[in-house]
């Protein structure tokens, strides 16, 4: 027992004494803002998609959006954020429930009905997969609801890919006070503005698709990966995937965007032989492979 101790603090000592200026080297190679010991950041040859747990929201109306409690499985939904890494970038698609959010107690946080629940927060997820907020080099955003930009302020280093019409929403006088300070450094974060479909990286297997209805800009994400094929990950075309088996939305949803870009996904899902994640769908999240493990 004693040799070991003492081995042990013979292993420290020389680790310590070794291990400094190597450490200094690889802070400066990587850049300040890198935490020491964080994995190193994944390298790709082809488009990689992580799906991250970035909260629960407990409800219990369904009829909001035209379902009764028997047509849904799941009243609650699944709140995740999604994660490309591309060998010409990384993008980081929703923010999701506030990291504030975590350790605290359901009855503090129900807004509109809605109790919001978080385990994990998502710089410590991003953290697991190797990436750190710096390394982002894009955020897009689903639509500005608060389940969406929980945590936009930490990502505004990032250059915003954004909608015109979803900007001037958040941005202009309509914009709701009580939402705007969840993402409000983005309004002097580097942007790029756009009006319909935007291909991220240029290469045609990432791209916003325009989707207006549920909000003035909202976007749906396109991925085409190499093995698992294309996917579309829904933002709030749809909640509840019943909405869709059963062609239901909210009444308010009737009079806007939303029938006509439901019917535009229909036909791009089609065209591109790819499946529809429906985010807020809490049987597609439990069935999903989340972070660190990864689809490509
Ligand atoms: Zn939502």
């Known amino acids: 027992m004693q040799i070991k101790v003492a081995l042990l603090t013979a292993t420290l000592a020389l680790g310590c004494a070794f291990a400094a200026p190597a450490r200094a080297a690889d802070t400066a190679a990587a850049g300040p803002q890198r935490p020491p010991g964080i994995a190193p950041l994944p390298k790709v040859t082809s488009p990689r998609l992580y799906v991250i747990d970035c909260g629960t929201l407990t409800y219990n ?4 959006y035209q379902l009764t409690r028997e047509d849904v499985a799941d009243t609650n939904m699944s709140v995740p954020c999604f994660l490309v890494i591309h060998p010409r970038g990384i993008l980081l698609f929703d923010t999701g429930l506030s990291d504030r959010l975590v350790g605290r107690p359901l009855w503090e946080n129900v807004d509109g009905g809605y109790g919001q629940i978080k385990f994990n927060t998502l710089r410590g997820q991003l953290a697991d997969i190797g990436v750190t907020p710096a390394d982002i080099t894009y955020l897009a955003i689903s639509h500005s609801h608060w389940d969406h930009v929980g945590n936009a302020n930490d990502y505004a280093g990032a250059i915003w890919l954004t909608q015109k019409a979803e900007l001037d929403f958040m941005f202009g006088a309509g914009a709701d006070p009580a939402y705007l ?8 974060t580097r942007k790029i503005e756009f009006e319909g479909d ?12 325009f989707t207006p ?5 909202h976007q749906a994400l396109y991925v085409k990966l190499a093995r698992t094929g294309g996917v579309v990950l829904s933002g709030d075309l749809y909640h509840y995937a019943e909405e869709r088996t059963l062609h239901r939305m909210p009444r308010e949803e009737e009079s806007t965007g939303t029938p006509a870009s439901r019917e535009a996904m229909e036909r791009f899902l089609k065209e591109k032989n790819a499946q529809l994640w429906i985010g807020h769908s809490t049987t597609f999240f439990s069935n999903v492979v989340k972070s660190p493990g990864w689809y490509d």
């Open 61 to 64: 109306r369904p009829e909001d």
């Open 181 to 188: 300070p969840l993402y409000s450094a983005l309004a002097r």
């Open 198 to 209: 935007h291909d991220v990286f240029g290469d045609g297997t990432v791209i916003l698709k």
């Open 213 to 217: 209805g549920h909000t003035p800009g």
